[in-house]
């Protein structure tokens, strides 16, 4: 049982630094240079993954932008049509590289790094909190019969 109070405690903690560390990542100064950008190539790529003994599909945008000669590979695209070839489109250029929009600038920030890591460690814990919890009462149950 002291397995499932001290997971329970992280959990409760990984929760708290989630909500903390939220305002520091919406608050954070971006440092970035909003840019017209000719697209070069527009991509929208599938691929099936296969877990045990189901399968899903992951789909994956590859768009390259040029600015001032120079190619990028488009972060943070969330589809691949408003992305034709020979357009122009508004990216962001942030630490050499270049994002769709604002939000893929602010999730590049070491808060938003952060912030995510905390968000998935709530996750994983939450689970494995749930788990033990379970596993533990059904070994209390076992022991009173």
Request: glycine share 6%; with cysteine; charged share 20%.
């Amino acid at each position: 049982m002291k397995k499932v109070y001290a997971c329970g405690i992280i959990t409760v903690l990984c929760i708290v630094a989630t909500v903390l560390l939220r305002i520091p990542m919406s608050n954070a100064e971006l440092d970035y240079e909003k840019v017209d950008v000719k697209v070069v190539s527009s991509e929208t790529k599938e691929r099936v993954v296969k877990t045990g003994y189901s399968q899903s599909t992951i789909t994956t945008y590859d768009i390259v932008v040029s600015y001032m000669g120079k190619n990028y590979d488009l972060e943070n695209a969330h589809d691949s049509y408003s992305y034709r070839v020979g357009s122009t489109v508004t990216a962001y250029l942030a630490n050499g590289r270049m994002y769709a929009n604002e939000e893929g600038v602010r999730n590049a920030t070491p808060q938003g790094t952060a912030y995510f890591a905390a968000l998935i460690a709530s996750f994983v814990m939450f689970f494995v909190t749930l788990i033990l919890w379970s596993k533990a009462a059904e070994k209390k149950r076992a022991g009173k019969r």
